[in-house]
Each structure stands twice: as structure tokens, then as C-alpha cells.
């Protein structure tokens, strides 16, 4: 696989400031608070060299999910109801849920697999997967992939 090919999600914790700056500056010129690339990169801290380095290479998760299909493994506790929360989330954000695979719980601990078709009318994906993992009984979320 070529470097060109190759993509990761991160979470916004693990990225340098560098990145975080570059997709403040792309925000404030899609919000017309900055007209220029020059007033957007000032305003964050950031050299115009290093916007133009990076701004094709970093964005938002959501801003690039809209049409796709996104894949993700949730290690949850093996609690009544918490699986029709979890579901119930995703509803609630308009997307739509392809698959659901459970594994039988060990020493009270289920993984749930589910892959979510991300709809024009889906709300901010990352904000659902943050509202996910912040549910009581939810250890975590990996986002597998995305197509």
C-alpha cells in the first residue's frame, strides 16, 4: 500500500497543535471570519506555510463521512438495556444501521460490532460516537473503518 493510500482516524487528543490550528484556520475561512489565508492562520497562531502544508491532509471527521459507511467496535458492559441505548443513540442522530454483531458476554463484557450507513440527513457523527462512549456501562469505541 502507497502512502498516498493510506488513511488513519485519530482522536483530536493525539494530534499535534500544528494540525489542530490548520482545521481552526479552514473553519474560520468557511465561516467568512477570515477572508484571507493570512488573517485565518493569525488569528489561530499559525504560519501560512504550514496551513498550506497540511490543509489538504487533515479535516473533521464528519466533514467527509456524508454517503459512507463507517465501522466501529464498542466494549460495553453486559447490562439490560444499555445495547437498546446504544442503538437508540444512533437513531436519534439519523443513521442508519446496516449490521449489529454481539459476542457472547465473558465476565460481564460484550464487544458490539456495528456498521452505520452515514445519510445526508445524519447528524455530527463524531458527536454521536462522543455521546456513545460517554454512556454509563460504555469502556470504549475504535472506529474500524470507513468506505
Known sequence: MS????????????????????V????????????TVQEATEKVGLSRSSFYKYKDDIFPFYDNTRGKTITFVVQMDDEPGLLSSVLKQ????NANILTIHQTIPINGIALLTISV??????LNVSDMLENI??????HYIKILGRE
Open 24 to 35: 481552526e484556520a479552514k473553519k474560520l475561512l468557511e465561516s467568512e471570519k477570515a477572508v
Open 90 to 93: 444512533i437513531a436519534d442522530y
Open 133 to 138: 462512549e460517554s454512556m454509563n456501562g460504555v
Open 117 to 122: 450507513d452515514i445519510l445526508p440527513d445524519t
Open 3 to 22: 502512502d498516498e493510500s493510506k488513511y488513519y482516524v485519530v482522536k483530536k487528543k493525539a494530534l499535534p497543535d500544528v494540525l489542530l490550528k490548520v
